[in-house]
């Protein structure tokens, strides 16, 4: 199983922005999907952004335009940059990839609070 360490979150003033990164156990070229998503108190987790083996990006309604996915292959991350933060942003994050060979691995999460 792929162990993912996520990092970047934190508590920040509406407006601001965050970059989380998620560092995978394995060579992300071995990974054929890679996203984001969060999940708020009380609400369904839901995704944020994605990104394939050959980068093509999908990206939530509520996120587009404040959001960018990308990843590293030389450093085996995946990054979130997201710009222009509102409190109902405020959630827990999670990295999700699936491998090539099957299977799937989430993250611990990490927590991001948007203050108004």
């Known amino acids: 199983q792929v162990q993912l360490v996520e990092s970047g979150g934190g508590l920040v003033q509406a407006g601001g922005s965050l970059r989380l990164s998620c560092a995978a156990s394995?060579?992300?070229?071995?990974?054929?999907?890679m996203a984001w998503l969060r999940q708020a108190p009380g609400k369904q987790r839901e995704l944020v952004a994605s990104i394939t083996s050959s980068g093509r990006t999908n990206y939530a309604d509520s996120m587009k335009g404040r959001v960018t996915i990308s990843r590293d292959n030389a450093k085996n991350t995946v990054y979130l940059e997201m710009n222009s933060l509102k409190p109902e942003d405020t959630a827990i994050y999670y990295c999700?990839?699936?491998?090539?060979?099957?299977?799937?691995?989430w993250g611990q999460g990490t927590q991001v609070t948007v203050s108004s």
């Open positions: 999700y990839v699936v491998p090539v060979y099957g299977g799937q691995s």
């Open positions: 394995v060579s992300v070229s071995s990974i054929s999907f």
